[in-house]
């Protein structure tokens, strides 16, 4: 019998090929075994049929995917799988097209779900800050730590986003340990990515700028040595590269393009 995803797969006319649709509807119907397979012990057992749904969901967002390999949305979904984590749904993790490839994204509550894994973290988040939010970031002395108070909605507009930070507690200690990027940074993070106009970062600006701000707090905080390695593909998914090497490298892009009109002046 059939694996149920969550929702019925659209029916085949009689006599008439299968539209990229209903293959892929078809494909992510016959994953329900491999997903059960793969998720870590102890998951409900309703958890396969809520990753197939959220496939599913993630393809009537970005219609792209249709059009990748079911190979490759397989080898995605897996990864997600293996860590428990939906795509699609609560930006825990995003599936993404280039050409017909289809490949495995971090989100925000993905990443926070890997770090507080870990026996050794007592809290950790992270937060937008818009300009017309009350924010300070103490780095050095007893004090250190964020004190961030969004404005309240209906006392005015909270503003532009100036940046993202964020916060994490280890057990045992008594101050933070902060990240913080501002907004020219995590713009230039977006436009290094391969797919900087996804449906991921056009539709939830702010909980990527929260995902990238979180990966790079990354390499301060415990995390296990597999969680780890789902995160760096993650970035080579994404960038072709390590992030801190694609933050680096769009930086040195933009420090280029600053310098070309000096370099044509002094023509």
């Known amino acids: 019998m059939a694996d149920q995803p969550g929702r ?5 006319q009689q006599g008439k090929p299968e539209t990229a649709l209903q293959t892929f509807h078809s494909s992510v119907e016959r994953m329900g075994s491999a997903i059960a397979e793969t998720l870590p012990q102890g998951s409900p057992h309703e958890k396969a049929a809520r990753i197939q749904k959220g ?3 993630a393809a009537e967002a970005n219609p792209d995917l249709y059009e990748c390999t079911a190979a490759s949305v397989q080898f995605a979904v897996l990864k997600a799988a293996q860590f428990g984590l939906i795509p699609g749904i609560g930006n825990e993790c995003y599936l993404i097209p280039y050409g017909d490839k289809c490949e495995f994204m971090l989100g925000y509550a ?6 507080r894994r870990s026996n050794e973290i007592r809290f950790c988040q992270a937060k937008v800050v818009k300009a017309g939010d009350q924010f300070e970031i103490t780095e050095a002395g007893p004090n250190r730590g964020v004190i961030h108070k969004p404005k309240v909605r209906g006392r005015g507009k909270r503003g ?5 930070y964020f916060e994490c507690y280890l057990k045992g200690d008594e101050l933070p340990y ?6 020219e940074q995590l713009q230039k993070v977006r436009a290094a990515s391969k797919a900087p106009n996804s449906p991921a970062w056009k539709n939830w600006e702010d909980e990527m700028y929260r995902a990238k701000v979180t990966r790079r707090g990354c390499k301060w905080v415990p995390i296990s040595p597999d969680a780890m390695e789902l995160i760096e593909s993650s970035d080579h998914a994404e960038f072709g590269m390590l992030f801190d090497k694609a933050v680096e490298s769009a930086a040195q892009s933009a420090r280029e393009r600053i310098r070309e009109p000096e370099a044509i002046d002094a023509e």
């Open 178 to 183: 902060v990240e913080w990027m501002d907004v």
């Open 8 to 12: 019925e797969a659209p029916k085949q």
């Open 160 to 164: 532009k986003t100036v940046g993202a």
């Open 110 to 115: 993905g990443f926070l779900q890997l770090i």
């Open 55 to 57: 496939v599913l969901l």
